[in-house]
Antibody, heavy 121, light 107 residues
Framework: EVQLLESGGGLVQPGGSLRLSCAAS????????MSWVRQAPGKGLEWVSS????????YYADSVQGRFSISRDNSKDTVFLQMNSLRAEDTAIYYC??????????????WGRGTEVVVSS | DIQMTQSPSTLSASVGDRVTITCRAS??????LAWYQQKPGKAPKLLIY???SLESGAPSRFSGSGSGTEFTLTISSLQPDDFATYYC?????????FGQGTKLEIK
């Protein structure tokens, strides 16, 4: 059974940093790209970032480019999202999701339960 | 970025109804489109991929169609468990944009 467990969310001041983690199990982690998708309170879904299975290639939404960094540790089946220079508009539930393929861009077929990030003074 | 526009934003229907949700892309995305269902406080769940392929485990009353810029999600006979918010997502480009969502409510 595929399981994705996010952690690292919390309350942070504007301009601060936070590192989200997502521990994966139930599939061969290195064979699949991983993504982060967020949802602001009462709003829709917004794709944030993706990383291919090998970790060699990363993709970012324009809204987070230059502030967020995605990475993975294939020895620990874990994907990370380093979030710097946080803004109030980054407040959201952050979902970790497994892509259906190892590279390129594709759908997300399994999702974690999410971790909440609140950016406020 | 490719913009995705869903209609309607809210849909009221009854159990047993056939309902259709539309998603339009700002440029052609071939059939690189997925549909997700999300219930309050829960993570999204993949229903349809490549515009018309049913995800394993998704009920057969869900179907998708379309190509290019216009797509539809159809639920053939609404069940109580189907009242939720539905999102389309294009994955034709690396920036995988979602539609704004369609909330399906009980009439």
């Amino acid at each position: 059974e595929v399981q994705l467990l996010e952690s690292g969310g919390g309350l942070v001041q504007p301009g601060g940093s936070l590192r989200l983690s997502c521990a994966a199990s139930g599939f061969t982690f290195t064979n699949y790209a991983m993504s982060w998708v967020r949802q602001a309170p009462g709003k829709g879904l917004e794709w944030v970032s993706s990383i291919i299975g090998s970790g060699d290639t990363t993709y970012y939404a324009d809204s987070v480019q230059g502030r967020f960094s995605i990475s993975r540790d294939n020895s620990k089946d874990t994907v990370f999202l380093q979030m710097n220079s946080l803004r109030a508009e980054d407040t959201a539930i952050y979902y970790c999701a497994k892509d259906a393929h190892g590279s390129g861009w594709t759908r997300q077929d399994y999702w974690g339960r999410g971790t909440e990030v609140v950016v406020s003074s | 970025d490719i913009q995705m526009t869903q209609s309607p934003s809210t849909l009221s229907a009854s159990v047993g109804d056939r309902v259709t949700i539309t998603c339009r892309a700002s440029q052609s995305i071939s059939t690189w489109l997925a549909w997700y269902q999300q219930k309050p406080g829960k993570a999204p769940k993949l229903l349809i991929y490549k515009a018309s392929s049913l995800e394993s485990g998704a009920p057969s009353r869900f179907s998708g169609s379309g190509s290019g810029t216009e797509f539809t999600l159809t639920i053939s006979s609404l069940q109580p468990d189907d009242f939720a918010t539905y999102y389309c997502q294009q994955y034709s480009s690396y920036s995988r944009t979602f539609g704004q969502g369609t909330k399906l409510e009980i009439k």
